[in-house]
T-cell receptor
């Protein structure tokens, strides 16, 4: 069975601070994919990153970076120099088992960036 | 990039009526479509998976007679909530992927259903 745990329900920081959102996953498959999505109040899911299980390289995209550690089954997301527009709910998700079962989402982390 | 259109974005209906939600892939052939449900302040939960031309596969606990899914063409899947009740009020989101690439899912903007 697949499982994604986002232990942080809500995080509140002041603008320009760095913030890390944690994600821990469980799967018995050796081939799987990990995702991060942003969900603003409008509800639409905004795709941020997709990473397959064979690629452990960390990735940086502007102020966003991701740290994939298979040894700890974690795929953490860091926002550097946070901005008010980063305020949203962020979901970590897992796709395994060939993808036939859709995405397994974590419960999400509500990120609040205060001006 | 690929676009998935979901319609309507918001619907209010009376208890006991049926509501149909459409999910269209605008520029690719969606061999597989997924339907998710999200209750307020909760995560997205997969309801069902549909492959073009075949019956949908429902997740445990999802009533297939209440949530009718049709994937009759490679660009359209519909979810019909039959005899809707207030507890069906939720945010419904579809996603679509094309053959051989279920690891890439394109999401619709979602439909907010409110049942009075």
């Amino acid at each position: 069975a697949q499982k994604v745990t986002q232990a942080q329900t809500e995080i509140s920081v002041v603008e320009k601070e760095d913030v890390t959102l944690d994600c821990v996953y469980e799967t018995r498959d050796t081939t799987y994919y990990l995702f991060w999505y942003k969900q603003p109040p409008s509800g639409e899911l905004v795709f941020l990153i997709r990473r397959n299980s064979f690629d452990e390289q960390n990735e940086i995209s502007g102020r966003y970076s991701w740290n994939f550690q298979k040894s700890t089954s974690s795929f953490n997301f860091t926002i550097t120099a946070s901005q008010v527009v980063d305020s949203a709910v962020y979901f970590c998700a897992l796709l395994s088992g060939g993808g036939a079962d859709g995405l397994t989402f974590g419960k999400g982390t509500h990120l609040i960036i205060q001006p | 990039g690929a676009v998935v259109s979901q319609h309507p974005s918001w619907v209010i209906c009376k208890s006991g009526t049926s509501v149909k939600i459409e999910c269209r892939s605008l520029d690719f052939q969606a061999t597989t479509m997924f339907w998710y449900r999200q209750f307020p302040k909760q995560s997205l939960m997969l309801m069902a998976t549909s492959n073009e031309g075949s019956k949908a596969t429902y997740e445990q606990g999802v009533e297939k007679d209440k949530f009718l899914i049709n994937h009759a063409s490679l660009t359209l899947s519909t979810l019909t909530v039959t005899s809707a009740h207030p507890e069906d009020s939720s945010f419904y989101i579809c996603s679509a992927s094309y053959r051989g690439h279920v690891d890439i899912q394109y999401f619709g903007a979602g439909t907010r259903l409110s049942v009075l």
